[in-house]
């Protein structure tokens, strides 16, 4: 016990210190890449709490990334003053709150009417975005807006425009809502998103409520997606109605589908290896969604578990862990008998 | 003093009659086999008892209150267990995880996101002590699906009774099984239903008989008869409909 405790110490030290390191040893430009990839991360995972841990299959998960992005930089470019974390605090809200206004319609639905109608909301999300100049800026955007320091009254005032500056704040919100995310799937209510995924009628039929409970999982999802989303904007100090695309509603799609559907870290393997391969191939081609196309086609014939079921496949044939924990469970986790969900539907 | 009653109950699937004025009545305490041919409708009955579907006509009472069209997870908050006839448990779950659920509802756990659910001990141990009972503990962190068949339906089962519910009902709980099987998934019933109530639907007459302190018989969607077994074994109307055919 003690042992494993000083192991998770050491594990978290080596982490932080990592981070804090990391813009000293690569430099500016990589910092940036990096904070990307901390956005994208978070993006993926809060559209993996619903694909992964709840079963909902979305086709518009964008528009809670823009509803993020338009209100904080709506509130930093017509708010005077408006400190940094109230700036967060809109992404957050405006994502939610969307959310929760659509809830009373799709915590009902599942399987493809949710994916569709999500992707109605979504391409309505898109258009008023490219319609509505006076308030978006249409294909513009808004931008320019003041990013303001990061200020304790009587404490502390740090600079947010500097780039590492912001890298910090950036990982720290990113990483924060990363942890709370990861938590949530450890709670009773993480247990019980899951058996959602698996067989909600059981769900009723243990005496829980179905629909609040997707309603609820959902709320949560979106604000992160409008985390990711406010802190996107920040970043770039831009946001346009691309980021309400199809396009960009489908990158945590295939990142949580290269990652690993199956476990809480996939998407976040996803989103590094997108990372990773956009910096590579950007070098040679501006093609570089040919070969994301490429590696998606590669991922789902031969490997559909994504990364994290080749890791532990892996992990499996070297280093014996082949009962119990890892592979053996996500084997079964991945190719479970879908007549499951048939199976209450039964008639005399 | 009946805890389950159901009043000239009715239900339809558009204008095909399904049940026709069925007046069941289940006492506390008692171990009610419902028995029927199939197309009967007795889990359409048990659909219209549990919150499936609203009875187009009639009411249930639950434990004197009027429960008529409560849905499912309502039935469950009042004390009512189901399993069913086709097995229905989370399949990529463990076993423990598949049982921790019914205890959580028992415990009323359901929005709490500040605790890890793998560091509630008394939830651990009460989960852990059920799986003892069941037999399913060498099993315990295996993925539901799995489990073999006999063992998944001694899941399905148990995951019924892990709410702790005064009534529970039990759809086929032996359906599918060997001989074997289904001689311990009747010990296992018997041992677990043990000062509850019990009501099932149930095909094998042995089960039937070995089991049940009442027996309704359901045919075309109306009670033929309903009373002890001995008084079933001999009634006439019974032995035309159902029993005249099996035995024979």
Redesign the interface.
């Known amino acids: 016990m003690m042992n494993r405790t000083v192991k998770r110490i050491i594990w978290w030290g080596v982490m932080l210190l990592a981070l804090i390191l990391y813009p000293w040893l690569f430099g500016i430009y990589y910092t940036n890449v990096f904070v990307t990839f901390a956005i994208f991360a978070l993006y993926a995972v809060s559209y993996n709490l619903l694909l992964g841990f709840t079963g909902l299959f979305s086709f518009g998960h964008a528009m809670f990334f823009g509803a993020g992005a338009y209100a904080t930089a709506l509130a930093l470019a017509h708010i005077e003053g408006c400190p940094l974390l109230v700036a967060l605090l809109f992404g957050f809200l405006g994502a939610a709150v969307l959310a929760l206004l659509l809830t009373p319609i799709v915590a009902r639905l599942a399987h493809s009417a949710f994916a569709m109608l999500h992707l109605a909301f979504s391409m309505l999300m898109y258009t008023l975005a490219l319609k509505l100049r006076g308030i978006t800026g249409g294909e513009d955007g808004i931008g320019g807006f003041p990013i303001p320091p990061f200020h304790i009254p009587g404490v502390v005032s740090v600079d947010m425009t500097d780039p590492l500056n912001f890298y910090y704040f950036a990982i720290a919100v990113l990483g924060g809502s990363l942890w709370i995310a990861w938590?949530?799937t450890?709670?009773?209510?993480?247990?019980?998103i899951?058996?959602v995924?698996?067989?909600d009628?059981?769900?009723?039929?243990?005496?829980?409520?179905?629909p609040q409970?997707k309603a609820?999982i959902y709320v949560l999802a979106c604000g992160f997606a409008g985390i990711a989303g406010s802190v996107y904007a920040m970043f770039q100090n831009l946001i346009s109605a691309a980021a309400l695309s199809i396009a960009h509603s489908f990158s945590p799609i295939v990142m949580t589908m290269v990652g690993g559907v199956a476990s809480f870290f996939g998407p976040i393997w996803g989103a590094a290896i997108f990372a990773v391969i956009e910096e590579l191939t950007t070098r040679y081609t501006e093609r570089v969604q040919l070969v994301e196309g490429l590696i998606l086609i590669i991922v789902v014939l031969f490997f559909p578990g994504g990364f994290m079921h080749m890791f532990w496949l892996v992990k499996a044939k070297w280093l014996g862990f082949t009962k119990?924990?890892g592979f053996g469970?996500i084997k079964?986790?991945l190719f479970?008998?879908r007549s499951?969900k048939?199976?209450?539907e039964?008639?005399? | 003093m009946n805890i389950l009653e159901t009043k000239g109950l009715y239900h339809d699937f558009d204008k095909l009659e399904v049940l026709f004025d069925v007046n069941l009545k289940v006492k506390r305490g008692e171990r009610h086999a419902i028995i029927g041919p199939n197309g009967a409708g007795k889990t359409t009955l048990f659909n219209v008892i549990t919150g499936t579907y609203k009875p187009s006509r009639g009411a249930v009472f639950f434990k004197g209150k009027d429960v008529t069209g409560s849905k499912p997870h309502r039935m469950v908050r009042l004390g009512m267990g189901r399993s069913f006839q086709i097995t229905s448990t989370f399949s990529r779950l463990t076993a423990f995880q598949n049982i921790r659920m019914g205890v959580l509802s028992r415990r009323g756990i359901r929005f709490n996101f500040f605790r890890k659910v793998d560091m509630m001990e008394n939830i651990t141990k009460e989960t852990d002590e059920i799986l003892k009972r069941i037999n399913l503990h060498g099993e315990r962190d295996m993925p539901a699906s799995t489990l073999s068949y006999g063992k998944h339906r001694s899941l399905e089962i148990s995951m019924a009774l892990a709410t702790d519910p005064d009534v529970v009902m039990l759809d086929e709980p032996t359906a599918g099984m060997s001989k074997d099987e289904t001689r311990y998934a009747i010990e296992l019933i018997r041992r677990l239903t043990e000062g509850k109530t019990a009501v099932i639907i149930e095909h094998d007459m042995d089960v039937v008989f070995s089991l049940a302190d009442r027996i309704t018989v359901l045919h075309l969607g109306e009670i033929l008869a309903s009373g002890p077994p001995d008084k079933i074994r001999e009634n006439q109307a019974v032995k035309d409909a159902y029993l005249g055919e099996t035995e024979g």
């Open positions: 938590f949530l450890k709670t009773p209510f993480g247990q019980i899951v058996s995924r698996d067989n009628k059981r769900v009723d039929y243990l005496g829980f409520r179905v409970t609820v119990g924990k469970v079964e986790k479970a008998k499951e048939k199976a209450t039964d008639d005399s």
